[in-house]
């Protein structure tokens, strides 16, 4: 199975930055997406921002030009700047990974994974 732990959410006011981090381990072996998900009471979940193991990066509208997507490879994890932050923005976000797994020469073999979810608080 794969793990995936995320951190740094908290109440933070309008206009504000905060920075969350999602680290991998367990059963993968070959990280491709890395990517953030958010969802509030209401509504469906959306991806907020993507990131492959070639570098393309994709954001919904509303992040895009404040926030920032990264990634670690050698730590298996990854990052989510965010900036300019609004009251909209509140929602429990969550870390999506999909990758490949190897446990014998010949076998390899699809995975992914959801975080438990790391609340983000907007408010004055």
């Known amino acids: 199975q794969v793990q995936l732990v995320e951190s740094g959410g908290g109440l933070v006011q309008p206009g504000g930055s905060l920075s969350l981090s999602c680290a991998a381990s367990g059963s993968i072996s070959n990280i491709n997406t890395m990517a953030w998900y958010r969802q509030v009471p209401g509504k469906e979940r959306e991806l907020v921002a993507q990131?492959?193991?070639?570098?393309?990066?994709n954001y919904a509208e509303s992040a895009k030009g404040r926030f920032a997507i990264s990634r670690d490879n050698s730590k298996n994890t990854v990052y989510l700047q965010m900036n300019s932050l609004k009251p909209e923005d509140t929602a429990v976000y969550s870390c999506y990974v999909d990758g490949y797994y190897s446990d014998s020469p010949l076998t390899s073999y699809y995975v992914d994974g959801w975080g438990k979810g790391t609340l983000v608080t907007v408010s004055s």
């Open positions: 990131v492959t193991s070639g570098g393309t990066r």
